[in-house]
């Protein structure tokens, strides 16, 4: 049997986990994934063999998991949040035909709908998600969708809003949608989703350029009629009689 699951696996903790994705990791027999994804797993799945590389590593790593399933091994590789947002999904089905591996995805829990949890009800209405990291998609593409987001009154959701290289990234991003938006626009931050040290805040738009965002945080932008209710960023499903 030449079997590859693709897990999404939500923030890693084990309650955070859709049913589908612990009982493909319960049927697997080997996990492969990115170290820092193996590392949250291993406690609940302490039987199985890992194969982990590091971040920069995504081709690499495809290509061990289609071998371990090609081998006959039942192989599971593991994504944060869901496989098929930012994940593992895509490259895997681009290069599955050369081993001739069937391949199911698994559903997980992405950072929108787990960082939403936490801060109330801000993706009630149309919103878009979009990831400040040009390690893929240039600079000039991901200010465009900002900028197209920015004019719809849309919610935004940000991935990848700040790293070491990239630090002024968020506060461009900030630039843009103050060309449109208000700066009293409800903001929310989520980090460390389901970790240690999880955090849960509540700013506007003109303080979000300032704050000190890094990769585990997921931010939360606010449409036009976005409020705070008893501390809660929610925006109104719309509903005309409510």
Do not use: W
Not at 10 to 33: Q, R, S
Not at 48 to 72: Q, V
Not at 209 to 226: E, L
């Amino acid at each position: 049997m030449k079997k590859l699951y693709v897990v999404g696996i939500g923030a890693g903790n084990y309650d955070g986990m859709t049913v589908g994705a612990v009982k493909a990791l319960e049927a697997a027999e080997v996990i492969v994934g990115y170290t820092v994804y193996c590392d949250l797993v291993k406690p609940y799945f302490a039987d199985k063999e890992y194969i982990s590389t590091p971040m920069m590593k995504e081709i690499e790593r495809c290509r061990i998991a289609l071998e371990a399933a090609c081998n006959g091994k039942i192989t599971a590789m593991i994504c944060s949040g869901d496989a098929g947002i930012y994940g593992m999904a895509s490259p895997i089905l681009e290069l599955a035909g050369e081993y001739g591996v069937e391949v199911e995805i698994i559903a997980g829990v992405t950072a929108a709908s787990s960082g939403a949890a936490l801060l109330g009800s801000p993706l009630t209405c149309d919103f878009t998600v979009i990831s400040l990291s040009d390690l893929l998609t240039p600079m000039e593409v991901i200010e465009k969708r900002i900028e197209g987001a920015a004019m719809s009154d849309i919610c935004v959701v940000l991935y990848n809003p700040s790293s070491k290289k990239r630090a002024d990234h968020l506060k461009r991003c900030c630039e843009i949608l103050l060309k449109y938006r208000s700066p009293e626009t409800v903001c929310g931050i989520a980090q460390n989703i389901g970790r240690e040290g999880e955090n849960a805040k509540l700013l506007t738009l003109g303080e979000l350029a300032d704050y000190p965002a890094d990769m585990f945080t997921t931010i939360f932008i606010g449409n036009s009629v976005t409020k705070v209710i008893g501390g809660r960023m929610v925006t109104p499903r719309g509903y005309r009689n409510v």
